[in-house]
């Protein structure tokens, strides 16, 4: 992306592409990679790839149920036994499905 925007930069100089008052694009984009906006935008643009880019380069640490109330914490060790008991109830049907003759 340096390389990049190096070569942006150069260009942007070769045609005077600094008017008064106007930031060049390739400060722009530097700014915009540096302190991390072109990953909300990218999200914003291509929201098939939103769930990798959160969890590949914005989400700095934790699975965030540390950030959950006590309530919502409840809510969720419910939710979760639910589902293990019904991952098992589906496990035991399939074990009769498959050993009918």
Do not use: N
């Amino acid at each position: 992306m340096e390389q990049f925007l190096r070569a942006l930069a150069r260009v942007e100089h070769e045609v005077e592409y600094k008017r008064p008052g106007h930031l060049a694009l390739s400060a722009r984009m530097r700014d915009s990679w540096s302190a991390g906006r072109f990953w909300f935008d990218y999200a914003a643009r291509k929201s098939f790839d939103v769930d990798v880019v959160y969890w590949d380069t914005l989400h700095s640490a934790g699975t965030g149920i540390e950030e959950l109330d006590e309530e919502a914490r409840v809510e969720l060790e419910l939710f979760k036994r639910l589902k293990m008991e019904q991952l098992k109830a589906y496990k035991e049907e399939c074990l009769k499905v498959r050993d009918l003759p």
